[in-house]
Each structure stands twice: as structure tokens, then as C-alpha cells.
């Protein structure tokens, strides 16, 4: 949900989260972290399940260095963005290796 003037909620629409968070993805504060969020969005947002959606959602919301440093593995992430940040970075290393990614 996002919010309007006045107090009043409007419900996002599928279509408009997977675009805003396709965008948030690929227009990041790094480079780097455009390159590896902007391929795995484009990949696999539309076919995420709700609760990885969500998660996903406030995996956008961290800072580019620490998801960095998550992404590899010089620090740990927190446990509830673990599972998505790992499948995130096994894509990311799949495709810079130059086979096609999952």
C-alpha cells in the first residue's frame, strides 16, 4: 500500500509493484548493485511467491554497501533476507560466469 495526502491508502497494483520494484532494482545508489538486482529482477520478479516479493521489497530498502558486503560474504545478512540474498547471488555468479542462470 502506499499513501496519499490527506491520510488515505491506495492498494498498489500488481503490475505497478513489480514495475516500481523492477525500477528500484536497476537504479540503485551502485553499479554494481544495478547489475546484479537489475538481471535478477528482470528474471524473477514476475514469478515470485508473495512472501519473497515481500521480502525483496525490503531488501531494496537496505543500502547498496551492505547488500555488497552480503553478496559477498564478507559480512552476514540478516537472517530473514538470507535465503532470497543467496538465491540472488548464486544468479549473479551464474551469469557472470556466462552460463545461463536459473
Given at each position: 500500500?502506499?499513501?496519499k495526502a490527506g491520510g488515505e491508502r491506495t492498494?498498489?497494483?500488481k503490475e505497478a509493484r513489480l514495475k516500481r520494484m523492477a525500477m528500484?532494482?536497476?537504479?540503485?545508489?551502485t553499479k554494481e548493485m544495478d547489475?546484479?538486482?537489475g538481471p535478477f529482477a528482470d528474471a524473477h520478479l514476475a514469478s515470485l511467491a508473495e512472501?519473497?516479493?515481500l521480502?525483496?521489497?525490503a531488501l531494496l530498502a537496505e543500502n547498496d554497501q551492505d547488500l555488497m558486503a552480503w553478496i559477498l560474504g564478507q559480512s552476514a545478512p540478516p537472517a530473514a533476507l538470507a535465503p532470497l540474498l543467496s538465491r540472488?547471488?548464486?544468479f549473479a555468479e551464474t551469469r557472470l560466469k556466462g552460463r545461463k542462470p536459473t
Open positions: 500500500m502506499t499513501g492498494v498498489e497494483t528500484r532494482s536497476w537504479r540503485r545508489g547489475l546484479v538486482l512472501a519473497d516479493l521480502t525483496y521489497d540472488i547471488t548464486r
